[in-house]
T-cell receptor, first 115, second 114 residues
Framework: AQSVTQPDIHITVSEGASLELRCNYS??????LFWYVQSPGQGLQLLLK??????LVQGIKGFEAEFKRSQSSFNLRKPSVHWSDAAEYFC?????????????FGTGTRLTIIP | ETGVTQTPRHLVMGMTNKKSLKCEQH?????MYWYKQSAKKPLELMFV???????ENNSVPSRFSPECPNSSHLFLHLHTLQPEDSALYLC?????????????FGSGTRLTVV
């Protein structure tokens, strides 16, 4: 079965600074990979996803993520964060088996933005 | 409305009450999910439905009873809950059970058991 690890529970970044959130997965082949964002009291919103092809994926709100097979990683990046980016971020992995395969979510990384 | 809608947004109930959470999706998806999100815990998958048939029940206590009358609606019936059941309950839907589509989530119901 697949698994996903987000090693950073909480990250604090200054507004305007760059951001990188880490995600590592465990799976026997190339999985489907996702990043979701959750604002306080809200559900999860899809930021971006990787299926195949170009390993650098662009998402909404200026986010991007890079799939690195050799490192089993799918880190999320943003060149310049805004105060509105403060939220919880979840990485998720899905298996490429046909049929009943659910997404497995990481434990999340809480992002705090300071002025 | 579009997307996944959950009602109510907030619910406070006593341990002897019976209440229901409702989820509705307008995306034409065939799979629906209930998740529990507690503070400082990972997302917990509770139930999975595909074409109105329950395909997964992750050892959830019987005080939680799901119902999926059609592919657009999903309910979670609650009775005799415990304080530790207080959490954010999230509904999600997907095109089907294949992982490549990802999930669309509702805004959740914040449940407090007193």
């Amino acid at each position: 079965a697949q698994s996903v690890t987000q090693p950073d529970i909480h990250i604090t970044v200054s507004e305007g600074a760059s951001l990188e959130l880490r995600c590592n997965y465990s799976y026997g082949a190339t999985p489907y990979l996702f990043w979701y964002v959750q604002s306080p009291g809200q559900g999860l919103q899809l930021l971006l996803k990787y299926f195949s092809g170009d390993t650098l994926v662009q998402g909404i709100k200026g986010f991007e993520a890079e799939f690195k097979r050799s490192q089993s990683s799918f880190n999320l990046r943003k060149p310049s964060v805004h105060w509105s980016d403060a939220a919880e971020y979840f990485c998720a992995v899905g298996a490429r088996n046909f049929g009943n395969e659910k997404l497995t979510f990481g434990t999340g990384t809480r992002l705090t933005i300071i002025p | 409305e579009t997307g996944v809608t959950q009602t109510p947004r907030h619910l406070v109930m006593g341990m002897t009450n019976k209440k229901s959470l409702k989820c509705e999706q307008h995306l034409g998806h065939n799979a629906m999910y209930w998740y529990k999100q507690s503070a400082k815990k990972p997302l917990e998958l509770m139930f999975v439905y595909s074409l109105e048939e329950r395909v997964e029940n992750n050892s959830v206590p019987s005080r939680f009873s799901p119902e999926c009358p059609n592919s657009s609606h999903l309910f979670l019936h609650l009775h005799t809950l415990q304080p530790e059941d207080s959490a954010l309950y999230l509904c999600a839907s997907s095109q089907d059970l294949a992982a490549n589509y990802g999930y669309t989530f509702g805004s959740g119901t914040r449940l407090t058991v007193v």
